[in-house]
């Protein structure tokens, strides 16, 4: 059964950085692709970053692009996210989740971590 993780949610002013973990285990993840969203209140859940397992490849949204990174560590099995320049409007609960690479949908979830910006 997979498991996912969160952690190195707070709060933080404008300007600052924040890096979020995710703790992957219950399988080997070479053939999935990992990724964190947000959901911010009374707004859809958006997608923010994805990394590839096996080859590290990542693509990043155009609202976060230059200022987060993901990131993956393999001997330990956690990803991350670097967030560089945080905005007010980047306060939100932060999921990561995972799906394998020939599936459209991600299917495993976090429980998520609540990040608050404060300008």
């Known amino acids: 059964q997979v498991q996912l993780v969160e952690s190195g949610g707070g709060l933080v002013q404008a300007g600052g950085s924040l890096r979020l973990s995710c703790a992957a285990s219950?399988?080997?993840?070479?053939?999935?692709?990992l990724a964190w969203f947000r959901q911010a209140p009374g707004k859809e859940r958006e997608f923010v970053a994805d990394?590839?397992?096996?080859?590290?490849?990542?693509h990043h949204s155009n609202s976060v692009k230059g200022r987060f990174t993901i990131s993956r560590d393999n001997a330990k099995n956690t990803v991350y996210l670097q967030m560089n320049s945080l905005k007010p409007e980047d306060t939100a609960v932060y999921y990561c989740a995972a799906r394998q690479i020939y599936v459209s949908e991600y299917n495993y979830w976090g429980q998520g971590t609540q990040v608050t910006v404060s300008s």
């Open positions: 990394i590839r397992w096996n080859s590290g490849v990542t």
């Open positions: 219950g399988r080997t993840f070479t053939s999935f692709l």
